[in-house]
């Protein structure tokens, strides 16, 4: 166990009810765990989305805090969100980092691994992390 250590698990489902595939719209929720395994508590300030549709279309969203929240983990704590996004494919990956501030100034990244967002393969709805 790393001093300085979030693990991240992702869950991602197709939206079916926010999806209009002849209009090339396709609506994915993920699910975001954030674990502090370190051994020191530490605060998730922002977040960096690289976002890809099956046509390799590349977009990258940056932003502070998660759905307007940048909590504090102890070590040991956990902290669970849902948010969005939406494709021109069906189908696509996104993966990331978090940039996170320990209690003691210590700067440092957790890594979102990739994950994919599928509206009709087999697997839609659950989760397929990419190693």
């Given at each position: 166990?790393?001093?300085?250590?979030?693990?991240?698990?992702?869950?991602?489902?197709?939206?079916?009810?926010?999806?209009?595939?002849?209009?090339?719209?396709?609506?994915?929720?993920?699910?975001?765990?954030?674990?502090?395994?370190?051994?020191?508590?530490?605060?998730?300030?922002?977040?960096?989305?690289?976002?890809?549709?099956?046509?390799?279309?590349?977009?990258?969203?940056?932003?502070?805090?998660?759905?307007?929240?940048?909590?504090?983990?102890?070590?040991?704590?956990?902290?669970?969100?849902?948010?969005?996004?939406?494709?021109r494919t069906?189908?696509?990956?996104?993966?990331?980092?978090?940039?996170?501030?320990?209690?003691?100034?210590?700067?440092?990244?957790?890594?979102?691994?990739?994950?994919?967002?599928?509206?009709?393969?087999?697997?839609?709805?659950?989760?397929?992390?990419?190693?």
């Open positions: 166990m790393g001093k300085y250590q979030f693990q991240v698990e992702v869950e991602p489902q197709f939206l079916p009810d926010r999806s209009h595939p002849e209009g090339e719209q396709f609506g994915f929720a993920y699910t975001i765990t954030v674990h502090n395994t370190g051994e020191v508590a530490a605060q998730l300030i922002s977040r960096h989305w690289i976002i890809t549709d099956a046509r390799g279309h590349v977009e990258e969203v940056k932003g502070l805090g998660v759905v307007g929240q940048q909590p504090l983990l102890q070590p040991g704590e956990a902290f669970q969100y849902t948010s969005g996004c939406r494709l069906p189908s696509g990956t996104m993966h990331g980092t978090y940039f996170c501030v320990a209690d003691d100034g210590e700067r440092f990244e957790a890594e979102i691994p990739m994950f994919v967002l599928d509206a009709h393969g087999v697997g839609a709805g659950t989760a397929r992390v990419l190693h």
